[in-house]
């Protein structure tokens, strides 16, 4: 069974995707602070971010990773 990240079409666009631990494909989540859409596709950039306990949106670049 898949579980964790995957890059489904192994080409210059890198479409990633995760798995849960049942196989499922996530939706509409937020794995390791990446927006996962409706298709189950990760967004490019980090748009969320661990603070004090919290998942934060970034509000720039530059926090994309703590």
């Excluded at 990240?5 to 996530?26: E, P, Q, R």
């Excluded at 298709?39 to 603070?51: A, C, L, S």
């Amino acid at each position: 069974m898949l579980t964790g990240w995957l890059n489904i079409d192994n080409s210059s666009t890198k479409k990633n995707y995760y798995f849960d631990a049942d196989g499922s494909l996530a939706r509409n989540a937020i794995i390791d602070g990446y927006k996962i859409d409706e298709d189950g596709m990760r967004k490019k950039n980090k748009t969320h971010r661990w603070y004090s306990g919290k998942i934060l949106p970034c509000t720039n670049k530059n926090q994309g990773g703590l």
